[in-house]
T-cell receptor, first 113, second 115 residues
Framework: AQSVTQLGSHVSVSEGALVLLRCNYSSSVPPYLFWYVQYPNQGLQLLLKYTSAATLVKGINGFEAEFKKSETSFHLTKPSAHMSDAAEYFCAVSNFGNEKLTFGTGTRLTIIP | GAGVSQSPSNKVTEKGKDVELRCDPISGHTALYWYRQSLGQGLEFLIYFQGNSAPDKSGLPSDRFSAERTGGSVSTLTIQRTQQEDSAVYLC????FGGGTQPQHFGDGTRLSIL
């Protein structure tokens, strides 16, 4: 069984400030972890993925995430928020032999000008 | 190249009617997934097709839901005798087969409203 917990359904940061979106996972086998972003009335777009290679993963739009097995975490960060980062962010987990994604409940990111 | 295409983008229908939702995956992608996104339940897996293997139907919420994939490409999700709780955005995704490592590419979804 696998699950994802995203702490904070809403996060607000000032433009130029650090973005930190939290994701903790539970998996009985080594996980594959993904962050997706969703803009209004659109599907999900992949930001980055972890599939057992480097634990620090860099993605698009300046985002990165670090896999920490000891903390069962995969938090998403960006050093400096931009207005265009306002969207909903989903963390998801799968594993070898279990292709389907299990999603967290999402975090809506608001950027304050 | 073209991304995942879903149609219709919006569908409004009366309770009790049947609906069909269509998904055209990215060319060459052998894996195809349906998910449902609703306010109360978040993003839920519905069904997964991989090549010619039997589909994983473990996420279908009831026997009113079914899906098929013809010729290993286009997929149709059918909901029979729709209920108000079926109102949601239905998302389709496709990927290369990669044992769970390949990212899934999503369409923009079909927003289904049951009156």
């Amino acid at each position: 069984a696998q699950s994802v917990t995203q702490l904070g359904s809403h996060v607000s940061v000032s433009e130029g400030a650090l973005v930190l979106l939290r994701c903790n996972y539970s998996s009985s086998v080594p996980p594959y972890l993904f962050w997706y972003v969703q803009y209004p009335n659109q599907g999900l777009q992949l930001l980055l993925k972890y599939t057992s290679a480097a634990t620090l993963v860099k993605g698009i739009n300046g985002f990165e995430a670090e896999f920490k097995k000891s903390e069962t975490s995969f938090h998403l960060t960006k050093p400096s928020a931009h207005m265009s980062d306002a969207a909903e962010y989903f963390c998801a987990v799968s594993n070898f032999g279990n292709e389907k994604l299990t999603f967290g409940t999402g975090t809506r990111l608001t950027i304050i000008p | 190249g073209a991304g995942v295409s879903q149609s219709p983008s919006n569908k409004v229908t009366e309770k009790g009617k049947d609906v069909e939702l269509r998904c055209d995956p990215i060319s060459g992608h052998t894996a195809l997934y349906w998910y449902r996104q609703s306010l109360g339940q978040g993003l839920e897996f519905l069904i997964y097709f991989q090549g010619n293997s039997a589909p994983d139907k473990s996420g279908l919420p009831s026997d009113r839901f079914s899906a098929e994939r013809t010729g290993g490409s286009v997929s149709t999700l059918t909901i029979q005798r729709t209920q108000q709780e079926d109102s949601a955005v239905y998302l389709c995704a496709s990927s290369f087969f990669g044992g769970g490592t390949q990212p899934q590419h999503f369409g923009d979804g079909t927003r289904l409203s049951i009156l």
